[in-house]
């Protein structure tokens, strides 16, 4: 619905808007990660949900570079591939074909995992050994991710419709890295992303993970551009209020705990409610409106999660709205 989309576009624009917008993001079942299956599964969890945009979900994908490699002078030999690469053709063709179903009916955010990221996925292990054996092979390997996934990035917006790129970072959780190392080894690939994103849209949202509910060294990615920011607040122990100050000001995502057992999973529809209610009113008494918000969680839901408690919420949010607007005018 253009309503939809528009009220998104000028809420994400610091502009009046009616709605603060909602999204939740929810893994898929097994059957789900591929093909036609992966399509249905987005538009059937967009129409249970009705969501403010539907975020793409990397589900089912692998990584640029292969992750069986077992040598150094495998990872080595990687050179970027653009359209010649079976991941970057693969996950096009799942963005374009869910837009397509969506007929624009809402706005859609492409999850692109950041270098680090995917190549950490041959495992921890086995990469910081290659670290180990020669960390500017490592650095440039990242470098060749980096190339490949702006490119990515770039045509998913310009040609697949994405509004913007859901950029997932991993790599400064505590104890992983020292920030001057950081800097050297992962920061420059994830800035080739990064830059790619915002030269092609100016919606896109950062999400630094809670990766295995390990705090990171949030400073490191403090200053990278992006229009809004999406940071595990339950495991950062940085609140919505303080976290949008800490940003800089800048539009923020967020609200619930995505993690099994916490109030999302288990709480009642009333329960739910008051803490959505409660959510609202706190952000709001600190900045004296509720601009810049999005309503959503730290992360994505496990494929068991009952669908149902995201619309409490959008429930929950849209009769505060609405009792807002008949004290208020």
Not at 56 to 80: F, N, Q
Not at 128 to 154: C, H, N, Q, T
Request: aromatic share 10%.
């Amino acid at each position: 619905m253009e309503q939809k989309r528009e009220n998104l576009r000028r809420m994400l624009e610091g502009l009046p808007h009616e709605h603060i917008p909602v999204s939740f993001f929810q893994h898929m079942q097994p059957q789900e990660l591929q093909g036609e299956a992966c399509v249905k599964a987005h538009i059937r969890f967009y129409k249970r949900t009705d969501p403010d945009f539907l975020k793409i979900m990397h589900d089912g994908l692998t990584a640029p570079v292969c992750l069986d490699l077992t040598s150094l002078e495998e990872l080595k030999a990687y050179r970027p591939g653009k359209d010649r690469n079976p991941y970057i053709r693969d996950y096009l063709d799942r963005a374009c074909r869910i837009n397509e179903a969506l007929a624009g009916e809402a706005d859609t955010y492409s999850n692109v995992f950041t270098p680090f990221t995917l190549l950490r996925r041959i495992g921890d292990g086995r990469l910081l050994g290659f670290l180990k054996e020669d960390p500017g092979a490592v650095r440039d390997a990242l470098l060749f991710l980096g190339e490949d996934l702006a490119w990515l990035s770039e045509r998913l917006i310009k040609e697949a419709g994405c509004l913007g790129i859901f950029l997932a970072m991993q790599g400064a959780e505590t104890g992983l890295f020292a920030p001057e190392e950081f800097t050297a080894l992962v920061a420059p690939s994830e800035q080739l992303v990064v830059t790619a994103a915002e030269e092609n849209s100016p919606y896109n949202i950062l999400h630094f993970c809670g990766w295995n509910q390990i705090k990171n060294q949030l400073e490191l990615w403090r200053d990278y551009p992006g229009n809004t920011v999406n940071w595990a607040v339950y495991v950062e122990k940085l609140s919505l209020e303080e976290g949008r100050k800490y940003f800089g000001m800048r539009n923020c995502l967020g609200g619930f705990d995505n993690r099994r057992g916490k109030l999302l999973y288990s709480g009642t529809q009333e329960e739910i409610r008051q803490e959505t209610r409660h959510i609202l009113e706190t952000y709001r008494r600190t900045f004296g409106n509720t601009d810049g918000l999005m309503l959503g969680a730290d992360c994505s839901f496990l494929p068991d999660f009952e669908t149902e408690r995201f619309c409490w919420v959008t429930e929950a949010l849209r009769e505060w709205e609405r009792e807002e607007k008949a004290a208020f005018g």
